[in-house]
Every structure is written in structure tokens, then in C-alpha cells.
């Protein structure tokens, strides 16, 4: 079946732009997560969306990120005035259920994620 | 802080035998403990969980132990073969609500 889809695969840009990151969940899922990978590290957390709304954005390391959900399905990250620090693989995730309860609800299964390098 | 940290970065075994990965965790009142695998180019894949209040969990080939007392959890994989090789991460949930949070990971190399 269809997994969680992420695109572009790789996005390079020049420091200043601004970028969108899409990610595609399992259907029917109604938890998304948006993690960001750096080189030889675990993901760190950015923010998670429980239907239409964040339920989280503790992760969001400035006000140059955000994200939306505006339908509950396909999610959208978006960075301004990226910097060179902003380079990484960002994973999305989702689950049928949030991040309370028991594992086979919220069992998060990730996409292959989003490799943005900025020059 | 909460962080979640592995022994080791990297470990390197024969096909065949049994791998043990371990974990060290800060924060005492996560309630949630996950092993993750990732492979290169891909996103993480969900391989065995356990709550607070067990100590072991067994799944095909994986157990999962978890030593609430000394904050560590330990992954061991019985006749490790080479499609294991990957990186290893744990994740723990600091409450029911709360966000994931991922260690360093180690690298399994498996040889034949």
C-alpha cells in the first residue's frame, strides 16, 4: 500500500530564498509530525498536527519556519530567508492516532524525507 | 534536559550472531520507548516498543529490554543478518502527549 510520500527529494537553494517542503500521509491518518534530520544525528522534532491544527510546534527553531494542514491530509513546511545551518533531511511521519495512547495507534510511519541543501 | 543517548556509534558483527544495541535515557517519567531502523536514504522504520510498565518485549528476532531503575534500554537482534545493517536509533516519549525524542543512533554493520 501506499506509504507517507515526501517531494521534492531534493531541494537546493540559495541562502535567503524562501522553500516548501509537501508531505503526503497514509490515508486516513489523522497525525502528521514533521522531524528534521542533521548528518550522523537522530530526527529532532519540529511540530505535529492533530487534523487541520498543530497540536505541538515546540520543535520550530524560529519564526522563519511554519507549517500548515488546511484539509487534515497533505502537509506543507515552509522555510524563509533560509540559511546554511537550515540544510538537512526533513522527515515527515504520520500515525491513525495522536501522540497519546497505545502503540498500535500511534505507531508513526515515515517518509523517505526531503534533502535540502542550501548554498 | 531530556535526551536519549546510545553506548555506542557504531558496532560491527559476523552474520549469524546475536547483536545487542543499548540506550541510555535521562528522563524517568517517559512512559513510551521505541527502536527505530533506518537504512540509507530512507526514512525511520518502526521495529519493537515498550511501555514503562514492562520489562521486556519480544517480537520476530528483536527484544526489547527496558531497566527502568539504571534508565536503559537495550535492543538485541538474535542471528543477525546482513539486512539488518543499518543505523539504530531509540526514541523515548517524555508523557502521553509529547513529542519523540530521538538519540544519536548506532550503525550495524553485519558481515558475512
Known amino acids: 500500500g501506499a506509504g507517507v510520500s515526501q517531494t521534492p527529494s531534493n531541494k537546493v537553494t540559495e541562502k535567503g530564498k524562501y522553500v516548501e517542503l509537501r508531505c503526503d500521509p497514509i490515508?486516513?491518518?489523522?497525525?502528521l509530525y514533521w522531524y528534521r534530520q542533521s548528518l550522523g544525528q537522530g530526527p529532532e522534532f519540529l511540530i505535529y498536527?492533530?487534523?487541520?491544527?498543530?497540536?505541538?510546534d515546540s520543535g520550530l527553531p524560529n519564526d522563519r519556519f511554519f507549517a500548515v494542514r488546511p484539509e487534515g491530509s497533505v502537509s506543507t513546511l515552509k522555510i524563509q530567508r533560509t540559511e546554511r545551518g537550515d540544510s538537512a533531511v526533513y522527515l515527515c511521519a504520520s500515525s491513525l492516532g495522536g501522540l497519546a495512547g497505545g502503540s498500535s495507534y500511534n505507531e508513526q510511519f515515515f517518509g523517505p524525507g526531503t534533502r535540502l541543501t542550501v548554498l | 534536559g531530556e535526551s536519549v543517548g546510545l553506548h555506542l556509534p557504531t558496532l560491527s558483527v559476523q552474520e549469524g550472531d546475536n547483536s545487542i544495541i543499548n540506550c541510555a535515557y535521562s528522563?524517568?517519567?517517559?512512559?513510551?520507548f521505541i527502536w527505530y531502523k533506518q537504512e540509507s536514504g530512507k526514512g525511520p522504520q518502526f521495529i519493537i516498543d515498550i511501555r514503562s510498565n514492562m520489562d521486556k518485549r519480544q517480537g520476530q528476532r528483536v527484544t526489547v529490554l527496558l531497566n527502568k531503575t539504571v534508565k536503559h534500554l537495550s535492543l538485541q537482534i538474535a542471528a543477525t543478518q546482513p539486512g539488518d545493517s543499518a543505523v539504530y536509533f531509540c526514541?523515548?516519549?517524555?508523557?502521553?502527549?509529547?513529542?519523540?525524542?530521538f538519540g544519536k543512533g548506532t550503525t550495524l554493520s553485519v558481515s558475512s
Open positions: 526514541a523515548e516519549r517524555g508523557q502521553a502527549g509529547t513529542a519523540l525524542i
Open positions: 490515508s486516513g491518518h489523522t497525525a
Open positions: 528522563n524517568s517519567a517517559s512512559d513510551y
Open positions: 498536527f492533530q487534523g487541520t491544527g498543530a497540536a505541538d
